[in-house]
């Protein structure tokens, strides 16, 4: 099978912290791709390089054909993607919001209104499409939040631990989607998350990175088969250890922590 | 084209939904109009000045088209700290549009919000000389307008946080509002003063509006209109230059 994705000895540096390491693989055209790790492991850093959002230090990537450093505008072309935190725009209604990302990836007008309809519908928010978003739960957003990011049908599609915070009908809900979308459409998915029986369950291949490195690549049985492990989520606690790892808070953290304070008031 | 439009309608909405936001950058203005207006009259009738509301008005519509079209630049902060400029950044859109969408949104809002204030100011006595040229109170209107939205978004590419945001309320808005003109008569300034407002793109945008609506000015229509058409072209670039280098 032909290859959409291939990253060759990429390295992201942040002043002394090295947070992508010379990571280097490729994912298939068609596949379901899991990029797996701890918090701080590096994925969120490969995410934003992939999508164009962060220069890597070194390395180079190509993405259905564009590179990455040369034809950013080719990547853009070629991928979606549902962000870990929160990028709605919370002064606008639920539909504006989907309307907004539908032009900025030129989804035809007739195609737009009917997938927009057919996306809220299926994550249950038609009934609140007029709603700003800062009335919207944090289950809601993220759910428009997925939505919106399937609106477009792209090549590739990136979801950054797209299900955090859902509850398990919600998941299985959203999960069965986007597989079928990836059989139908050959849509290549590369997602990250943190619950284990949900990659185990979706994903053809995992690629488990640890400290900026890849430590192990494979299918999921392939995976458990070589750590003698019952599930994927015990093959990958024998890969990673058990210490548990702590991300530092960023400013945006600190700036909804304000934002929230004052909105208590 | 559509790109440029969304994000313009996208800035409109935003604007029209926050009330909170359209009476507060309405006020300061306003208590400058009224106070300083009022207030300083007298003095300057006895300095042989004339109506100073009259003088002082298109001064007032200048500030508060600053004080909007700086904050609206600068707005992309918030984006960035709230997340949805990942969304436009990762679109299959050039960045030159985004700039542009945007620009073009924050500039309207700012010129609506000149024409709100010369609306009022029309209420404490203001009159201008010609109705005829209003539309060219507009040029000069917008062209303020985008000249500081843009000079906001450059800014505001290279800022994390807003940190700095007193910062450039404190030591480039005011300096930008107080040594423009807008208050007081440039002729016989201290030659350091002079010197400085003539550096000052405000004080251009001041002075056109006043020659428009008052008959009255300083540096003449044609250098005024040509001097912030260079400026704003020069500042689009530079905006869309930083806003290319973001970084998230």
């Known amino acids: 099978m032909e290859e959409i994705i291939n990253i060759s000895h990429l390295v992201k540096r942040f002043d002394k912290l090295v947070a992508v390491n010379d990571i280097s693989f490729s994912v298939k055209k068609g596949e379901i791709f899991a990029f797996l790790g701890p918090n701080g492991a590096g994925k969120s850093t490969t995410i934003k390089i992939l999508t164009t959002l962060l220069r890597p230090t070194s390395g180079s990537a190509i993405l259905n054909g564009s590179d990455l450093s040369s034809n950013a505008l080719g990547v853009r072309n070629s991928f979606g993607i549902v962000f870990q935190d929160p990028s709605l725009d919370d002064e606008l209604t639920a539909y504006e919001n989907m309307e907004f990302h539908g032009v900025l990836y030129r989804v035809p007008k007739e195609v737009r209104r009917a997938r927009i309809e057919e996306l809220m519908k299926f994550v249950e928010l038609w009934d609140r499409k007029d709603t700003l978003i800062k009335f919207f739960s944090g289950g809601m957003k993220r759910r428009l939040e997925i939505a919106r990011g399937l609106l477009h049908h792209p090549k590739i599609l990136f979801l950054d631990e797209p299900t955090v915070g859902l509850d398990p009908q919600t998941r299985n809900h959203i999960w069965s989607y986007i597989q079928d979308l990836n059989k139908k459409e050959g849509i290549t998915i590369f997602f990250t998350t943190h619950y284990m029986d949900e990659a185990e369950r979706v994903a053809h291949r995992v690629a488990i990175v640890d400290h900026g490195t890849i430590i192990e690549e494979g299918s999921p049985e392939e995976l458990k088969r070589k750590t003698n492990a019952a599930s994927l989520e015990d093959a990958f606690l024998s890969l990673t250890g058990h210490e548990i790892r702590s991300e530092e808070a960023t400013a945006a953290d600190y700036m909804r922590m304000h934002r929230r304070a004052w909105r208590g008031r | ?241 930083l806003f290319s280098k973001i970084q998230i």
Do not use: C
């Open chain 2, 1 to 241: 084209m559509d790109t440029v439009y969304i994000l313009w309608l996208r800035q409109i909405k935003r604007y029209f939904r926050s009330r909170a936001r359209i009476v507060g950058s309405i006020g300061q203005p306003l208590l400058f109009l009224v106070a300083l207006g009022f207030g300083l009259g007298p003095v300057y009738q006895r300095a042989g000045g004339g109506s100073y509301i009259e003088f002082l008005a298109p001064g007032i519509v200048a500030m508060a088209i600053l004080f909007t079209a700086v904050f609206s630049g600068i707005e992309i902060i918030w984006d960035r700290q709230f997340g949805f400029l990942k969304e436009t950044l990762v679109a299959p859109v050039s960045r030159i549009q985004i700039m542009l969408g945007r620009t073009l949104g924050g500039a309207t809002v700012a010129m609506f919000q000149g024409i709100i204030i010369f609306i009022l100011s029309m209420f404490v006595g203001f009159r201008p000389v010609s109705f005829v040229l209003l539309p060219l109170a507009l040029v000069f209107m917008f062209l303020i307008a985008v000249l500081f939205t843009a000079l906001g978004t450059a800014i505001a590419s290279r800022l994390e946080d807003m940190q700095g945001f007193q910062l450039i309320m404190n030591f480039l808005v005011m300096p930008l509002f107080f040594l423009s003109g807008a208050l007081f008569p440039l002729e016989g300034l201290p030659s350091a003063i002079a010197t400085i407002v003539k550096i000052d793109p405000l004080a251009y945008g001041v002075d056109g509006l006043r020659h428009v609506l008052t008959g009255v000015a300083n540096f003449g229509l044609f250098a005024d209109f040509s001097i912030l058409l260079v400026i704003t072209a020069l500042l689009l670039l530079i905006g869309s230059y």
